[in-house]
């Protein structure tokens, strides 16, 4: 399983900001998928989850409200929309599919910057 990240870049505190998260792989639609971010000096830490189906999800208390994930299965895709974006959301995002295991496979990361 191959991870493709993309969507990061620079926006001002405020803004909007869609990840998106392309998966190589015929079973997608059987794996439970997610976002970490690790900010510059800190852990990397868990943002947000979604179920294989997209039935169910879970959020970081952090980013609750404010961020939604979704999956396309037709397009192998999960998306994390981030909205009312802070500057302590800057940080290297982070794709993760759970295939085996929870969050076993990783992708290499987008840079989310935001400004005050």
């Known amino acids: 399983v191959q991870l493709q990240a993309s969507g990061g870049g620079l926006v001002q505190a405020g803004g909007s900001l869609r990840l998106s998260c392309a998966a190589s792989?015929?079973?997608?639609?059987?794996?439970?998928m997610g976002w970490f971010r690790q900010a510059p000096g800190k852990e990397r830490e868990f943002v947000a989850g979604i179920t294989w189906s997209g039935g169910s999800t879970a959020y970081a208390d952090s980013v609750k409200g404010r961020f939604t994930i979704s999956r396309d299965n037709a397009k192998n895709t999960v998306y994390l929309q981030m909205n009312s974006l802070k500057p302590e959301d800057t940080a290297v995002y982070y794709c993760?599919?759970?295939?085996?295991?929870?969050?076993?496979?990783w992708g290499q990361g987008t840079l989310v910057t935001v400004s005050s």
């Open positions: 993760v599919a759970s295939v085996r295991t929870t969050y076993d496979y």
């Open positions: 792989g015929r079973t997608f639609s059987s794996y439970g």
